[in-house]
């Protein structure tokens, strides 16, 4: 069993940054890939970026590509999302997610993912 816990994220206006982190609870942090994803309301949940275990590959969505980044910290059993630029858009509920093994084929279907965080709101006014 992974917990996943979200953090940082918050109201902000269009053109703002925020920085989501999400903690894992396993010691074996470094196998898992990990994502991060979104929904929002009444939509499906749709897929933002993942990356490796080891961090050397990552991927991300079109709609986000130049603007968010990820990261991961393995000492710290912690991934990040670096949102730039944000847009009214990207208003919805992010969730990190994990599975066990390392690389990233598959990596953008939800279905893919095993364990899932309670998700941290991100609120971008215009």
């Known amino acids: 069993q992974v917990q996943l816990v979200e953090s940082g994220g918050g109201l902000v206006q269009a053109g703002d940054s925020l920085r989501l982190s999400c903690a894992a609870s396993?010691?074996?942090?470094?196998?898992?890939?990990m994502g991060w994803f979104r929904q929002a309301s009444g939509k499906e949940r749709e897929f933002v970026s993942a990356i490796s275990g080891s961090g050397s590959s990552t991927d991300y969505a079109d709609s986000v590509k130049g603007r968010f980044t990820i990261s991961r910290d393995n000492a710290k059993n912690t991934v990040y999302l670096q949102m730039n630029s944000l847009k009214p858009e990207d208003t919805a509920v992010y969730y990190c997610?994990?599975?066990?093994?390392?690389?990233?084929?598959?990596?953008?279907?939800?279905?893919?993912?095993?364990?899932w965080g309670q998700g941290t709101q991100v609120t971008v006014s215009s």
């Open positions: 997610a994990a599975r066990p093994y390392s690389y990233l084929s598959g990596s953008s279907y939800p279905s893919s993912f095993d364990y």
């Open positions: 396993r010691r074996t942090f470094s196998r898992y890939a």
